[in-house]
């Protein structure tokens, strides 16, 4: 990975996420969908170095493979509060990119909260949660639950957010070698779009699922062939709109021992599900 310089005055972490369920129960008519959708973060995250400039320029030092300066959630995010904050500083940027892209795990998304959560402290803007998660909502639908950086059912198109405890189990997440482009599958003619609108109990208390995977496993035979290859004996689920899938366990030796059984095969990682994001973590442990 990339090491971040010593000029970076802010090094934070962007984590990734899980869709412990996804249902989608309808579609407005600009084209968005009416999800409801539950949120856990996991203890493994991007991460970003942030710097003052005093010319206004917004410059990104790790660009990705494949995605314009300019189209980076990165610079748009610090574009975005620049206008809106009408700060007249800029930023230097450097990103270690450990998060899939396509992958459901909202790298591209905790990367521009992340951004936004930075700035907001090295510009010295001191705008609240809300503010931000108004303002990242402009650049996606996930942005607002990482600025909040709490586990939380989401409705709407995922933005309305309601905090809730969960357990915190280990996680083997899958990756195949596969980015998905969430527009193609909710776009998709065969995607569910009539799932009942259900209340928070019941969410939580019924078996989970995730409406888009039968979508991904035809539209992507990276993926039908990573879960086919996955050990029977637990459980594996689709993240968002994938790659990734995922199966929680209560004791970590479980889930390292879980991913030996397919390691040599398919990538994978082991991660602890949070309630809390690390970012905020970060934060608070710099008196942010």
């Known amino acids: 990975m990339l090491c971040i310089p010593a000029q970076a005055e802010l090094v934070l972490p962007a984590p990734a996420k899980l869709n412990l369920f996804l249902h989608v129960i309808g579609q407005r008519e600009d084209g968005y969908h009416h999800l409801q959708t539950l949120f856990q973060f996991l203890d493994y995250s991007d991460e970003i170095g942030l710097a003052c400039r005093q010319d206004g320029q917004i410059i990104l030092h790790t ?101 809730v405890d969960l357990p915190e189990p280990w996680f083997v997440v899958a990756v195949p070698p596969v980015s998905i482009s969430t527009a193609a599958v909710f776009s998709d003619p065969n995607l569910r779009r009539n799932s009942p609108k259900l ?50 366990f209560a004791k970590k030796e479980d889930a390292d021992r879980m991913l030996r059984l397919f390691a040599v095969e398919l990538k994978g990682f082991v991660a602890k599900g949070l309630n809390r994001s690390p970012l905020h973590h970060r934060l608070k442990a710099k008196g942010a």
């Open 63 to 163: 660009p990705l493979a494949g995605v314009e300066g300019k189209d980076n959630l990165l610079v748009r995010a610090a574009k975005r509060l620049q206008e809106q904050s009408g700060c007249r500083l800029g930023a230097d940027l450097w990103l270690n990119k450990r998060l899939p892209q396509g992958a459901g795990l909202g790298g591209g998304s905790s990367d521009a909260a992340t951004v936004l959560q930075g700035l907001n402290r090295l510009w010295q803007l001191n705008l609240s949660s809300e503010q931000l998660a108004a303002l990242g909502l402009q650049l996606g639908a996930d942005v607002p639950v990482f600025i909040h950086g709490k586990a939380a059912l989401a409705f709407g198109v995922g933005e309305q957010l309601q905090p």
């Open 199 to 248: 209340s928070a109990d019941q969410l939580l208390s019924m078996p989970w699922r995730n409406d888009c995977e039968p979508v991904v496993l035809a539209r992507y035979p990276q993926v039908r062939r990573a879960l086919a290859m996955l050990p029977a004996q637990a459980e594996f689920r689709l993240t968002g709109t994938g790659a990734c899938l995922f199966s929680g």
